[in-house]
């Protein structure tokens, strides 16, 4: 971690865990006077040097956490992509919280209040930002008056600073991390995969649309089933990447019907070693079936590149194939995702560059 980012505190304390300036109440009054959750760019400048520790911290944060991600996001203009590691930083603290508790342990109980208490915060942040007479400055200062809490500054002055942003994918990914903390979480079919893959990740597209912006003559309006496709394809990534490793947290993210389809079990799964995963036919065809979903995915989400502002083209075609890749990987590997983990490296990611960078610019 970069000096910048040390200087904060580690994600173990932010999102406003039992925070005594989260006031339940006063959210409620803002609500009863009818305030929405969308923001309006406000004009009250929070200070400098608070924000560039928050910063630096969501940085060092989504390094840390997703390369292939961080290498897509340095291609963005500076303003944009801090505001987009913010975003990327609260997501990924948020799948922390839940992240290895199993449904029925104590830890359970402690990550269902910690999500109450983030979403609490979260609509603090959004209603307050709204025109709540006399609480505008208040907000400024409870939302930086701490270096210990760099994830909720840094995304309090992404909310502050960028119109048009909505509490609802916020809101919406808090719901898919509930799912998470079920006893029984699997997926029927596709369309309830799709619909946790929607919140997860889907709701992130979402979140970053007002922040990169679209080009003259579109509205964040149209490029939004583009966005909500792009998270889905790389959920699904995750998911085809991560099969062994959810397995032995005893999770399993492949849905029921593909898995009878091919003649397949849960517990298949659940006990399948390299070995399974390379000579199992009908595990090849099922592993299959998702890279080919993941893979539609991305298609249509490229297709919508075309929507974006120009100077954020290149960095979201760029995420797609560095992502894609891992599927190809996933290929090479005779489908063994069980055993390992697929991975590019930087040399394959600078490779897709001329090749997106061409795409990005000319539309082939």
């Not at 963005?76 to 922390?96: G, N």
């Not at 490793?245 to 390299?274: F, M, Q, T």
């Not at 000579?279 to 065809?285: L, T």
Request: glycine residues 6%; hydrophobic residues 45%; contains cysteine.
């Amino acid at each position: 971690a970069s000096a910048a980012a040390t200087a904060v505190a580690p994600p173990s304390s932010i999102l406003g865990r039992s925070r005594g300036h989260v006031s339940e109440p006063r959210v409620a009054s803002c609500a009863r006077r009818g305030v929405r959750t969308r923001a309006t760019a406000s004009t009250s400048a929070p200070d400098a040097d608070v924000l560039d520790r928050a910063f630096a911290f969501a940085e060092t944060y989504t390094k840390e956490s997703s390369a292939t991600f961080y290498f897509a996001t340095r291609l963005m203009p500076p303003e944009q992509r801090r505001k987009v590691w913010a975003i990327y930083a609260w997501c990924r603290a948020l799948d922390e919280t839940v992240d290895g508790v199993e449904a029925r342990d104590a830890g359970s109980a402690r990550a269902a209040t910690e999500l109450d208490a983030i979403e609490a915060r979260l609509l603090d942040v959004f209603q307050i930002q709204q025109e709540c007479i006399g609480e505008r400055g208040d907000f400024t200062s409870r939302a930086t008056a701490s270096t210990s809490d760099p994830v909720a500054v840094a995304l309090a002055e992404t909310v502050r600073t960028t119109e048009g942003m909505s509490a609802q994918p916020f809101l919406d990914m808090i719901a898919g991390m509930r799912d998470d903390l079920r006893d029984d979480v699997s997926f029927a079919d596709w369309p309830s995969l799709r619909e946790y893959c929607y919140r997860v990740a889907g709701t992130v597209g979402l979140m970053t649309l007002p922040v990169l912006g679209v080009a003259d003559g579109y509205s964040i309006e149209d490029a939004t089933d583009a966005g909500v496709d792009l998270g889905i394809a790389l959920q699904l990534c995750n998911i085809v990447r991560d099969v062994g490793e959810d397995a032995r947290r005893g999770r399993v993210y492949l849905p029921l019907a593909i898995l009878k389809k091919h003649n397949l079990s849960v517990d298949d799964v659940l006990n399948a070693d390299a070995n399974f995963a390379v000579n199992n036919s009908n595990y090849a065809a099922a592993t299959e079936e998702m890279i080919v979903l993941a893979e539609s995915h991305f298609e249509s989400a490229k297709a919508g590149t075309k929507m974006l502002a120009p100077a954020q083209r290149l960095p979201v075609l760029a995420a797609a194939e560095m992502y894609g890749a891992l599927l190809t990987k996933v290929r090479e590997a005779r489908y063994d995702n069980v055993s390992k983990r697929a991975y590019t490296t930087t040399t394959e990611k600078l490779f897709v560059l001329p090749r997106v960078a061409r795409e990005a610019w000319f539309g082939s």
